[in-house]
């Protein structure tokens, strides 16, 4: 069974930084693509970033290009995703989710609500 | 404004046929794959429909979707209750180097 679980949300001030972790079971871990898309609260899914199998492809969306980082450890079976310069814009439930045939989402996480405020 | 467009909300009888439709263009739908994603109130999503038309294991195939052009659309036949849900439409996009997704159809059985 897939398994995908998030942690590391939680309350941050604005301009402050976070590392979310996704702990990845039940598959070959370093045979798939992996995602983070993001909900912010009562709105709809915005695809953050993704991660090709060894690394070596990465893509963002521009409003998080410079400020996020997604990296992996095929050796842990987890993926990451580092935020910096966090707006309240960023408020949202961070879900980590496996490519499926292709880079798109697939099997997907629970979700760590990451909630930016002073 | 999300990059692919739905209707921002659907409802249908029990038993009913109700089609999402999900507009794009040449960069997304148009050349790419379309995913669906079927979303529970307070639950994460869960993949219902990807390369177009397939179905993952373990979705009914009262579920089916379709593409045209720059369009593509889910259709849900034989509505159930637990059918109640949010679904997104999604795609690669290559000219934003990147997967977007549709601002969500609220769909409601009566």
């Known amino acids: 069974e897939v398994r995908l679980v998030e942690s590391g949300g939680g309350l941050v001030q604005p301009g402050g930084s976070l590392r979310l972790s996704c702990a990845a079971s039940?598959?070959?871990?370093?045979?798939?693509?992996m995602n983070w898309v993001r909900q912010a609260p009562g709105k709809g899914l915005e695809w953050v970033a993704n991660?090709?199998?060894?690394?070596?492809?990465?893509y963002y969306v521009d409003s998080v290009n410079g400020r996020f980082t997604i990296s992996r450890d095929n050796a842990k079976n987890s993926v990451y995703l580092q935020l910096s310069s966090l707006t309240a814009e960023d408020t949202a439930v961070y879900y980590c989710?496996?490519?499926?045939?292709?880079?798109?989402?697939?099997?997907w996480g629970q979700g760590t609500l990451v909630t930016v405020s002073s | 404004q999300s990059v692919l467009t739905q209707p921002p909300s659907a409802s249908g009888t029990p038993g009913q046929r109700v089609t999402i439709s999900c507009s794009g263009s040449?960069?997304?739908?148009?050349?790419?794959?379309v995913y669906w994603y079927q979303q529970l109130p307070g639950t994460a999503p869960k993949l219902l429909i990807f390369?177009?038309?397939q179905r993952p294991s373990g979705v009914p195939d009262r579920f089916s979707g379709s593409k045209s052009g720059t369009s593509a659309s889910l259709a849900i036949s034989g509505l159930r209750s637990e059918d109640e849900a949010d679904y997104y439409c999604?795609?690669?996009?290559?000219?934003?180097?990147?997967?977007?997704f549709g601002g969500g159809t609220q769909l409601t059985v009566l």
């Open positions: 989710a496996r490519g499926s045939d292709t880079a798109m989402p697939g099997e």
């Open positions: 039940g598959f070959t871990f370093s045979s798939y693509w």
């Open positions: 991660i090709n199998q060894d690394g070596s492809e990465i």
């Open positions: 040449s960069s997304n739908i148009g050349r790419n794959f």
């Open positions: 390369r177009i038309d």
């Open positions: 999604a795609a690669w996009d290559d000219s934003l180097s990147g997967a977007v």
